[in-house]
């Protein structure tokens, strides 16, 4: 196996995705056979000396650096799930603020 | 062109079209929905357009104001976009009616339409099989001959793989030649949006019509709208190069037969046959199965149940929201390919999968303008390595999944511009040829294409 159980969860929790215990044994599988897969490429020296490839445009145009409205049909609130008085609103930040209790790193 | 008097009744029966294909599960915006709006779109249309009445069919992942635009994911289940595609925009400047919504593979990630959150879309010929994908729904509706046109968009070969797979003709432009404005990212270095048609008249008329540039879009290229080529009488002067890489010992011997065919038909209207090599194709499948579940990992990070789409509730603080949301809104192939992702670009990781990946996609591009460089014009290879594959035959494995599209992730690694058009059937089911032309030729990959399809028995067994 190219990952562990304990690889995949911390990856899931990196990423902030919850991964059911139930789900993991599949996922642990699957996720080793894809990187055994792809780690294939390692065994080519010629890698080394290539330079990144990026299509495109070889110089980017950019646009003027002026606050305008944006064109959009209807405001953020309608397609929030929680919006009040211009902010989105989620639950306390629970998790972060115990973390710096802990250390105490916070200010006044 | 439809006359203005005529478009309420060329809405009617594209609707009436559109509802006799639902049992292919291709369209999931309600028949109800679809209806009413083309209703009202045919009193608005443009009517000296050049694309006036043609009804055009849009994947789940590109936004329109007219419908939702879920992407094929309960994430995003029921959202509707403020704004619109430049791509839409411009098509319904040209007088076409946007008709609805296709079925995709969640986020575009997969290859038979077995990965949408909204059931499997069922190819036309043959229920029990798959029509490709991720642009599955797309293909299918032309295909049955719902709509003369559709969009889709591929990051690994998510147009021209179900174009193959359902016996229609689909364009991937160059990268840039298309606005990816309005087109959800997943893999940014690599998405564009791509076309479907029943001709490759068809095609290319939609093609040239959301091409240009866009200064929304600052990956699209300072260049004009795509000219379209006349339809040529030959093709004397083109030399078409063979990689010997696309035809491996196990490729299905009906694809082959079908496209020696098509290879000696090319060679009868005058071009020139020349095998080359592209000898870091067997690396392309790993080299995108890093570099797009990187990028996806960092596009999809925007999903978290706070800006947009349904929040899966109950949280008690905002990071266990988060993690609530995606782990319940993302189907299973979008959480494996960001925890992929995510592994590829951590610390300790990004050197050994991603760094090196990128320096592959270098050498696969390079291999590519070493031919272009060597006279020859086009390249001429299968579409795929079979015909369409029964529904739930590579569910089970990701990798096998991965190697349906073996043939087409090289033009998006290199950027270039491909397309593929149907040259016959294998067992009564469509096998595709694959065009591939150095970046911007998308007018010289056209010629060969109207030529081809002339001549090649498009529905006749190989």
Known sequence: MSVSRDEVQKIARLAELHVDDAALPALVE???RILDYVAQIAGVAATESAKPFIPGPAATRFRGDTAEPAPLAFPPARMAPAFRDGFFLVPRLGAFEASAQGTGEEGE | MTAAADLPRVAADTADRL????????LLTPMADVRASLATQATRVTPAGALAGMPVVVKDNICTLEFTTSCGSRILEG????????AIARLKAAGALIAGKTNCDEFAMGSSTEHSAYGRTHHPLDPERVPGGSSGGSAALVAAGAVPAALGSETGGSVRQPAAFCGVVGIKPTYGRVSRYGLV?????LDQIGVFGRTVSDAARVLRAISGHDPLDATCEDRDALALPAEPENLQGFVVGIPKEYFPPDLDPGVRRACERALGLLKQLGASLREVSLPHTAHAIPTYYIIAPA???SNLARYDGVRYGPRFDGAVDVRALYRSTRGQGFGPEVRRRILVGTYVLSSGYYDAYYRRAQRMRALIAQDFRTVFDRGVDLLFTPSTPSPPFKAGEKLGDPVAMYLADIFTVTANLAGLPALTLPIGRVDGLPVGGQLIAPAFLEDEMLEAAFALERVVPATGDA
């Open chain 2, 295 to 297: 990028e996806a990992s």
């Open chain 2, 185 to 189: 990212a997943f893999g940014s270095s």
């Open chain 2, 19 to 26: 509802a006799r294909a639902e049992p292919l599960k291709a």
């Open chain 1, 30 to 32: 699957q996720m080793s």
């Open chain 2, 79 to 86: 959202y509707r976009s403020p704004f619109e595609a430049t």
